[in-house]
């Protein structure tokens, strides 16, 4: 079947920029997973020394990359051919003497995402993965260097490819002929926010409000998955689209890689043994399943760990539906708001911005408000979930570093393996600055009213100051809310949840003694001992007591996915005295064991629940 979604795919507007610096890639001409580059000046440089660079780091990451590891062949040429001599310093420069003759660029780089690296491993979605004839899986800072001080000039980027592939991105399309596309750029920054895939078409397309969104994927085993993909996103693509009333973007992206890991599936069930899940364990230590967003697209490397996998935040549609609402909305933060140390990113030696609060937190909280708001989420699923939040985020050293200050360090290894409390902590705080939000205004505005209004003021193409900020936000609420970023996101203080939660006519307990639903295979719960399994998808009863109540034996092995699915179902718990079944393997034979919902008294830590 040709394209027949061609000429609605992109109907973008296009950008007259006259002539300028050009890119050419020919994706037929790839031996050994790798590409060649050329790259054609517009005009002779009027220096005698150029430097050209591909990115340490990219914006999104917050990690090292240094993609000129990945550059194999360099060269500079005069518009005779003759070579220019070129020295490269450090991983990702190459400067390039008598310049001012300086005609065009050719080097080679191979693709990332197969490659084993010890040091500073890419993580996959910002990865490049090169397939002749088949895929290519482009984060643009794998391919694509600049000229250092040249990143805001317009370019051109011509690719060549087999006519059975199509690409897909956010970037402007000039022109499109079936063995060539050609895309334009305002600039460096706009190149490496919008990543490409060539692969043979499978898509979907849908509107969000009036943002028209793709989906184009790639399975490695060429199973058709974007149909299925669309199904899986739409309940929390209307989600979105009910909270907010418009997009800032009229087009978006969701770029998936689909990769093949039935055999690590097969280590996460249980179904081998330790040497070979150890050996499984080391060999995979550095994959990086999740997605990376982009100012109107986003890029995501999924896991196939077989059709059987039950487990199903790690089913390929719980991977996705993970991430996917997350990641869409960075369209309103840090593509619409975002501080001059984002707008102006430094790919060589970048200053990262002490707002990840912002950029991350407040984003992921969002994700689960909107599941929240559009009907994914119960209320007690929401509040489930910002409680675990503040339990993981008690654990940031709060002690030794604010929040602020691991942003801005956050390449620095001290703070970056905290980076991860930018989702736990991050969100957390998100919701409690929500809810003093509203407290301090009576509910008459909230964090969202707040986001939009800066967002609207800024947009993608305006930064902040990246010192000033906080004031800003604070001016368009209360002078008080201050106190809470001196206490919380700047300061080195613990917080006090009770002081913000009335906001939300809701009250946090530490620890709270209350009936609830007893689990026969917690010891607590039960009169048992167990023993858990290395994945904790089973766990063992070692020994069983007089008071045993659920009808369990010793060595009765029990799944813990079904018990966890069968206990609660959309968010609630079973009723007392109602039955549910569990399944167990007694005497190596599986069956399902009946048990009836039993309450007691529980002590839980920090609890979230309605004020009377």
Known sequence: MKNPYI???FCFILINLGAQNRFDINLNDCDNDQLKVKFTLKEKPNQDNLRFSFPAVVPGTYATEDYGRFVTSFSALDESGKKLNVKKEGNNTYVISSAKNL?????TVEDIMDKKVKKNPIFQPASSYFHKGENFFINNGAVFGFIEGEENKPLEITIQKPTQLYGATSLPMESYAPDQQKFKARNYHQLIDCPMMFSKPDTAQFY?????VTISVFDVKGTPRAKHFYQALKRDMEAIASF????????????????????LGDALKGNMGFFKRLKLALKFRSLGIGALEHGNSSSYYLADFGADMNIKEISLDGQLTGAAIHEFMHIVTPLGLHSQHIGEFNYTKPVMSKHLWLYEGITE??????????GVYTKRQFLDVMESKISSGEKFPVKEMSFTEMSANVLNEKYHKHYGQVYERGAALGFLLDAEIQRLTNGKKSLIDVVLKLNSKYGAERSFNEDTFIDEFVAEVHPDLKNFFNLYIEGKNQWKPNDQLPGMNLVFHDSLTEKGLLIPVVPADNDIKVANSSTGLSTTVTKVGPNEWAGLKQGDVVDMLYLRDVVKVNGEYVKEGDEYKIKIKRNKQEMLLPVKAKYGMKKKKNVIREKP
């Open 103 to 107: 005609s065009h660029i050719d080097y």
């Open 208 to 212: 969000v409000n009036k943002t028209l």
């Open 365 to 374: 909280y969002f994700a689960h408000l909107i599941k929240y708001k559009g």
């Open 7 to 9: 000429s609605a795919l």
């Open 244 to 263: 907010l009333p418009a997009l800032p973007v009229d087009h978006y992206t969701f770029l998936i890689f689909v990769d093949e890991l039935h055999e």
